[in-house]
Nanobody, 124 residues
């Protein structure tokens, strides 16, 4: 069992940066690949990025590639999403999630555990 808690969201202006954190409980955190999703009002949950258990491999959605990066600190059971050059269209609730298997996937169904989400609002 893994419990996830996101933090770091807020209200920023276009062009600003934010770093989201996802703190995990559970002794097996380091064995899970992790993903980030976002959901804007009236829209489906959208894949943002994922990182393998070792941190050696990451995958980012085209919409955020070049602006966002994800990393992890297994010693502190935390995964991060660094968001640069934020745009108003990045406004959403951001969720972290733990993968069911070792394969990275963009599908929400491939994730076993989810955090409660943190709101990111980007004003123009």
């Amino acid at each position: 069992q893994v419990q996830l808690v996101e933090s770091g969201g807020g209200l920023v202006q276009a062009g600003d940066s934010l770093r989201l954190s996802c703190a995990a409980s559970g002794r097996t955190f380091s064995s899970y690949g992790m993903g980030w999703f976002r959901q804007a009002p009236g829209k489906e949950r959208e894949f943002v990025g994922a990182i393998k258990w070792s941190g050696a491999s990451t995958y980012l959605a085209d919409s955020v590639k070049g602006r966002f990066t994800t990393s992890r600190d297994n010693a502190n059971n935390t995964v991060y999403l660094l968001m640069n050059s934020l745009k108003p269209e990045d406004t959403a609730v951001y969720f972290c999630a733990a993968l069911k298997s070792v394969m990275l996937t963009t599908a929400p169904g491939g994730y076993a555990y989810w955090g409660q989400g943190t709101q990111v609002t980007v004003s123009s």
